[in-house]
Nanobody, 124 residues
Framework: QVRLLNSGGGLVQAGGSLRLSCAAS????????VGWFRQAPGKEREFVGG????????YYLDSAKGRFTISRDNAKKMVYLQMNSLKPEDTALYYC?????????????????WGQGTQVTVSA
């Protein structure tokens, strides 16, 4: 079983940066992917990107490429979402999630465990 805790959200002006954290507890994340999702009011949940814990491979939503970076700290079992050049349209509740049995790829869905979410608000 994996438990995930989200933190790091807040209010930031357009063009600013935030780093979201996902702290994992429980079993090792070897063989897992950790993904980031977001959901804005009135919109569907959206896959932002993810990282393969074993290989460090990452995958990003097109709109996040070049602005967002996902990284991991193996020793601390932490995953980070560094968000730069934030835009008002990035405003959403952000979640991290974990999925087991993924091999060498980063899935875009089917995640098993979810963090509680952290709010990101970007003002114009």
């Amino acid at each position: 079983q994996v438990r995930l805790l989200n933190s790091g959200g807040g209010l930031v002006q357009a063009g600013g940066s935030l780093r979201l954290s996902c702290a994992a507890s429980g079993r090792t994340l070897n063989g897992y992917a950790v993904g980031w999702f977001r959901q804005a009011p009135g919109k569907e949940r959206e896959f932002v990107g993810g990282i393969n814990w074993t290989f460090g491979s990452t995958y990003y939503l097109d709109s996040a490429k070049g602005r967002f970076t996902i990284s991991r700290d193996n020793a601390k079992k932490m995953v980070y979402l560094q968000m730069n050049s934030l835009k008002p349209e990035d405003t959403a509740l952000y979640y991290c999630a974990a999925k087991s049995g993924i091999g060498s790829y980063v899935p875009r869905g089917g995640y098993d465990y979810w963090g509680q979410g952290t709010q990101v608000t970007v003002s114009a």
